[in-house]
């Protein structure tokens, strides 16, 4: 998990894998990149884990050529 947080680089690979990634491997994704305690804050508000593998699902069944840049 900390080779996705530790470099710009690393973080850019992480973005990439969340985005480009098939929509059924969203919680696989997950669980590779995060505990399960982790939660993100979105538009102010706080989304679970569920949640968050939820809307990693949505935006990869949306966009299959997606390239983030960080």
Known sequence: MS???STREGFQRAMEWCLQGEP???KEFVQSTSTDSFY???NGER???EEY???IHEVRAMANDFKPVV
Do not use: C, E, P, T
Request: hydrophobic share 25%; charged share 20%.
């Open 3 to 5: 080779d996705y947080s």
């Open 47 to 49: 989304r679970n884990y």
């Open 53 to 55: 593998i939820k809307g």
């Open 40 to 42: 993100q804050i979105l």
């Open 24 to 26: 059924g491997q969203a």
